[in-house]
Structure formats: structure tokens, C-alpha cells
């Protein structure tokens, strides 16, 4: 308890104790009693003030003491937390110092205030030009312009990672990733790292899976990639071989739906030994089973691998059902073919490539060639090949085979020492495990006779058709021309102003307004009949020049209608002498109406005289002497005469 609060006590007591003294000053006795009493109690809580002030002195001096010790040890901590935080700022810029990472501090206005080592060596720019700038001014444009710089102090309390473009200092551009964060009341800390070869190994990657899903989505082989037994991925060509469609089987057990019940076990158990690892890769054929229930024959190629950690199997399938079928047709054809060879009509012998020997034959060959087939097998190819052709012969069995659509001519010599000309059809085989030829040999020595009697024959023909006044042209189906002769020639360049020649397409050249009726005649020889008509050409100077045509079917000994043959004549001279006939004989029956006309109109004019002259001349029987009568005969006579003489004239004037 301080002073001036004891002192305020003692008045207060004192105030009391004058306050009874004035309520008992008629006892002196009992004041004075009073006043011990009072006094021994102010005395009493004199000292209860005194000691419980004594004690608050202790406590604050205890306090005192504690907190000067405290203060001491806070001064003893506060040093050593410098000393503490001086290493710590020298480790700390020790650590950013020589950080991998490129790590700068910047204000809010995007000034830098500090950089490291790493942070230059990225840009190309030393400390002292990095502190001169702006951290906008290291980012590309672009990018700044598609994500502007948004510094603030409400911004940035939680660390920001974002990916950015900045620019070196030569001006190259290359991808950073940023982690930024407040870092005091006015600054921001930014950590960099150049992605650049990130950047190119995830464009690597895409690029890469880009071309995985190109190759696997237009692959004709199927694809597919198998997890815990059900499938990740199949690729069109593996889901259309069944049926499916790829969304259809994605999640689907890999054997339960696609193999047919006999092979699941087989498919199963390969399915177990890759994800096992017990094996890395297998190769194996299966029947399938399609969405509608048919079966199919597929190949599948699979080898482990993981992927997220997860045993997989990447494969390839194809669908083998056609080599299937084609494998059952070969060893049936295997079956078939000694009696195909044996049977066959044309000669046939098998030559061994190496040594030319000939290890076997048909009986066709030995029919025609009157060796026996012993004999045949202990000779060679050269045997019935004149010398002169050897060394021809060995080039060509040292070469391969050209295909069976290939063949060659040469000669070959009969058991009885006769040359035949015969044609040679030949194919490389494997036979018994030796490379042979399999050789088919036609006789063509009667046909090469009848193609040198063709020949000539049609030279002469072309002799006849090249000295006839007619023109030959020969057509296809088509209309292209296959042949012509000089005369056909002459008039397509007078006619059509067109230098004709073989291949050429009638409808190229054709009038095309006469077109369609010679297409029309076409389709009639076609059908076996034979057209004729005539045309006429309107020429230069306004004449017509006049054509006979015929067009006849062309067919072969089996009388198939290969094309048309046109035959083409000039009538001019003709047409001409008909034209003047038709012209006289218009002249004559002209001139015949008008000699009818003529004769009517007399005839007419003759009629009244000669029926009044018949008159008379009964009335004149009758009555002889009748004078009157006489005179009218006379009268009509002479009309009668001038009616002829008028005719004279009108038959001179029409001549």
C-alpha cells in the first residue's frame, strides 16, 4: 500500500472518530473509551495495511527481480537468434545462391530486387542488368498478352504454379514453370525452371500416342492391349473382325466373348503365362466367335509389358480366315494335283533347276513326244532342245520363272528326230524339297502353219481391198476402229477433215447430228442383221456428194459377233443420172398435164359444133332440100375449124 493511500486511511479513521466524539461529548468517560477503542482498532488495521503493503513491496521486487532475469535471458535469446539468423541468412543465400532452379524476388511493381546465379545463367542477362528490369520484360509478349502479370498486396498468399514463356537475352523464347508466392509484405518470390526439354518430351509423347492412335486406328491388322484379363483398348479393324463395334468390347473379358467355347482353355492359359510372366511373347491361331454366332480363323501376336505398373499385354491380331480356307484348298489341290498332272491333254514334266534333268512327266508327254517314261527320266531338257538354243535355255533356268501369263516359243525334237515349234508355260516350284520347274508344253507347229497361210491370205486381201473403188473400215463393239483401206482414208479426210487411225473412236470424229441414227444401225448388225442405206455429204462448193452403205456383222467359227464391217461407195455419177431422169420425167409429165389440159379445154370448146353438126345432119336426113339447114352445118363447120387451129397454136406455144 503506497503513502498517500495510508494517509487517506488515517483521515478517514480520524473523521470517524471526531464524528463519535461529537455524538458522546456529554460522556467524557465514554469517550474517552470510545476513543481507545477506535484508536486501538485504527492501530489494528494500521498494521493489517502495513503488512499486507510490506508484502506487495516483496511481490513487486520479486516481480522486479524475475523480470530483470527474464529481460536478461530475452537479451541473452535475442542475441543468439541474430547470431542464429545471420547464419541462417547466409545459409539461405548460400542455398538460393547456388539453387538449380532459377529463383528471383520482385516488388509489386514487377521490379527485380534479387536474383540468383541460376536465374542468369537461364535468361543470359548478368545480376546488375536483371535488377535494372522488369520481370515483364523477360516474358514473351504473347504470352503476356494471353496471361497479363497481376501483382498486389491482396494477391499471391498462396503459392501459384503456372507455366510461362520467357524471352533470353539473344531473344530466344523457351518454356519456364513457375511457382510464385508473397514472400513479404511488398515483395514476391518466384521459383523457374526451364521446361524446355519437358516441353519436347511431352510433345515427344503426344506425338508419339498421336501416331500410336493413327497407326492402330487405320491399321488393317488388329490392335488391342489387355489388363487384368479384360481389354484397355482395341483398335476398328480388331473389333470389326468380330462383328463389334471398339466401344463394345472395351471392359469385356479378352477370351470369354471373341474365341469360340473349344479354344478357350488354350486362349486362357496364354492370357495367364504373359500376365504371370512367365512367358514374354506368344504366337498362336484360334477359331473366333463373332457377334452374329459364326466363327472366324484369327492369329493373335502378344508380348508382356507393364503399364501404370500394371501387368499388360500389347498385341496385334489378323483375321487368318481366308489363308484358312486357302490351306484347306491347297491340300485339297495337294490331292488332286498328281491327277490333274497325270491327266492333263498337253505334254507336262518337271525339270530340276540345278542339274536340267527331268525327274518326271505326264503321259500326255510321252504320247506326243513317243518317249517312254523311263526314258524321259534318265534324260535332261537339253535331250529335245536343239543346241543352237542351250545357251538361252541355261539363262533361262537361272533366272526365276516369269508367271504362268508369260510364255516362250522354241523348238523341240521328237523321239523320231522330227522339230516340232512348241509353246511354254513354265513355273518355279518346290517339289520333294528340290527346286523344279513345272513345265507345260503346247504344240503350236500346225497353228504357226495356218498363221503363215493367214498371212498371206490377208495380203492378198489387203491387195483386193487396197485396189477397190469401195472403202472397208472394221469396228468393234465399240466402235473403235480395228482396220480401213486407202479408199476409207480418202474419204474420212474429204468428208470429216480427220486423219483416221487404228484405235481411234468413231464418235470423235462422227458428225453428231448423224451420230445417233449409225448407232442406231449398229445395234441392228449387232443383233445379226445386215443394214443398208444411202447418205449423201454436202460438199464445198454446194454440191452433194452420194454414198452407198452397207454394214454387216463380223463374227468368229462359233459365230459370236465380235464387231462390224462397213462398206462405203461413192453414187454420185449415179445419183446425178437419176436426179436428171427425175428432172426429165417431171419435164415430160408437165408437159403431158399440159397436153391434157390443152385437150380438155378444146375438147370442150369441139364438143358444141360437133353436137349441133350431129343435129343438123339428122334434121338435114329428114329434110334433104332444107337450104337453112346447110347454112348452120356450114357455120359449125367453120367454127369447128377454128377451134382446131386455135389448138395448132396452143400445142407450139407449150413446146
Known amino acids: 500500500m503506497n503513502y498517500p493511500q495510508k494517509n487517506k486511511i488515517i483521515v478517514i479513521i480520524s473523521l470517524l472518530i471526531m464524528l463519535v466524539f461529537n455524538l458522546l461529548q456529554r460522556n467524557w468517560l465514554l469517550n474517552t473509551l470510545v476513543y481507545i477503542v477506535i484508536s486501538g482498532i485504527a492501530l489494528i488495521l494500521l498494521n493489517y495495511f502495513e503488512k499486507k ?3 506487495a513491496e ?9 523480470l530483470t532475469e527474464r529481460m536478461h535471458h530475452h537479451a541473452s535469446e535475442l542475441v543468439n537468434t541474430v547470431v542464429k539468423l545471420e547464419v541462417s541468412e547466409e545459409k539461405y543465400r548460400s542455398l538460393i545462391e547456388h539453387a538449380s532452379d532459377a529463383i528471383y524476388v520482385i516488388d509489386f511493381e514487377g521490379r527485380f530486387t534479387e536474383v540468383n546465379a541460376s536465374m542468369c545463367r537461364m535468361t543470359g542477362y548478368n545480376r546488375e542488368e536483371l535488377l535494372q528490369l522488369k520481370a515483364t520484360q523477360i516474358i514473351d509478349p504473347e504470352n503476356l498478352k494471353a496471361e497479363p502479370v497481376t501483382l498486389g498486396p491482396d494477391d499471391l498468399h498462396n503459392a501459384v504454379m503456372k507455366e510461362r514463356r520467357f524471352v533470353k537475352k539473344n531473344g530466344q523464347v523457351f518454356d519456364v514453370e513457375i ?16 521446361i524446355t526439354s519437358r516441353k519436347i518430351m511431352e510433345a ?45 468390347l472395351i471392359g469385356v473379358s479378352s477370351v470369354d466373348v471373341i474365341i469360340s467355347d473349344q479354344y478357350k482353355a488354350t486362349t486362357t492359359e496364354h492370357v495367364r503365362a504373359r500376365l504371370s510372366g512367365e512367358v514374354e511373347s506368344v504366337n498362336y491361331e484360334v477359331m473366333g466367335r463373332c457377334k452374329d454366332g459364326s466363327n472366324n480363323w484369327v492369329e493373335f501376336y502378344g508380348t508382356r509389358a507393364k503399364i501404370d505398373d500394371e501387368p499388360t499385354i500389347i498385341g496385334s491380331m489378323i483375321d487368318i480366315t481366308e489363308r484358312k480356307k486357302i490351306e484347306e484348298e491347297l491340300r485339297l489341290s495337294e490331292q488332286k494335283y498328281k491327277l490333274l498332272f497325270d491327266s492333263n491333254p498337253l505334254p507336262m514334266w518337271m525339270i530340276a533347276k540345278n542339274d536340267l534333268s527331268i525327274i518326271a512327266v505326264n503321259h500326255a508327254a510321252t504320247k506326243h513326244y513317243g518317249y517312254t517314261a523311263e526314258e524321259f527320266l534318265s534324260m535332261t531338257i537339253k535331250d529335245v532342245r536343239p543346241p543352237e538354243e542351250w545357251a538361252e535355255m541355261y539363262r533361262g533356268y537361272a533366272e526365276e520363272a516369269p508367271l504362268w501369263g508369260n510364255t516362250m516359243t522354241t523348238l523341240h525334237r521328237k523321239k523320231n528326230g522330227s522339230m516340232i515349234n512348241v509353246q511354254i508355260f513354265g513355273q518355279d516350284i518346290i517339289y520333294e524339297g528340290r527346286l523344279v520347274r513345272l513345265s507345260i508344253a503346247n504344240d503350236i507347229t500346225e497353228k504357226l502353219r495356218s498363221e503363215e497361210l493367214l498371212q ?29 483401206n486407202h479408199k476409207a ?56 456428194c452420194w454414198f452407198y452403205v452397207r454394214l454387216f456383222p463380223i463374227t468368229d467359227s462359233h459365230d459370236n459377233i465380235l464387231g462390224l464391217m462397213l462398206a462405203l461407195y461413192d453414187i454420185t455419177e449415179r445419183k446425178n443420172i437419176e436426179n436428171n ?45 332444107d337450104v337453112e339447114i346447110l347454112d348452120y352445118m356450114i357455120t359449125e363447120l367453120e367454127r369447128l375449124d377454128e377451134v382446131i387451129v386455135e389448138m395448132a397454136r396452143d400445142a407450139a406455144s407449150h413446146d
Do not use: C
Not at 58 to 66: E, G, M, P, S
Not at 458 to 482: G, P, R, S
Not at 528 to 542: I, L, W
Open 53 to 55: 503493503r510490506l508484502e
Open 58 to 66: 516483496n511481490r513487486i521486487i520479486d516481480l522486479n527481480t524475475a
Open 179 to 194: 511457382n510464385v508466392k508473397r514472400f513479404t509484405k511488398d515483395s514476391v518470390l518466384v521459383i523457374a525452371r526451364d
Open 204 to 248: 515427344g509423347l503426344k506425338e508419339a500416342e498421336l501416331k500410336f492412335r493413327t497407326l492402330a486406328e487405320k491399321s488393317m491388322v488388329g490392335v488391342y492391349i489387355v489388363q487384368k484379363g479384360t481389354f484397355i483398348y482395341v483398335n476398328p479393324r480388331f473389333a470389326h473382325v468380330f462383328g463389334y463395334e471398339p466401344h463394345e
Open 456 to 484: 498371206k491370205s490377208e495380203a492378198n486381201l489387203q491387195t483386193i481391198l487396197n485396189t477397190t473403188d469401195t472403202a472397208y473400215a472394221l469396228f468393234d463393239k465399240d466402235l473403235k476402229v480395228l482396220a480401213f
Open 489 to 544: 482414208v480418202a474419204f474420212v479426210r474429204g468428208q470429216f477433215n480427220h486423219d483416221p487411225q487404228n484405235g481411234d473412236k468413231l464418235a470423235d470424229f462422227f458428225p453428231p447430228e448423224r451420230f445417233p441414227q449409225f448407232v442406231e444401225f449398229n445395234q441392228q448388225v449387232l443383233n445379226g442383221q445386215n443394214v443398208s442405206y444411202e447418205v449423201d455429204y454436202v460438199q464445198a462448193d454446194g454440191s452433194k
Open 581 to 625: 431422169l427425175k428432172v426429165a420425167y417431171e419435164r415430160i409429165h408437165n408437159h403431158i398435164n399440159r397436153i391434157k389440159n390443152m385437150a380438155w379445154k378444146q375438147s370442150h370448146y369441139m364438143r358444141s359444133p360437133v353436137a349441133n353438126l350431129k343435129g343438123l345432119a339428122g334434121l338435114l336426113k329428114d329434110n334433104p332440100a
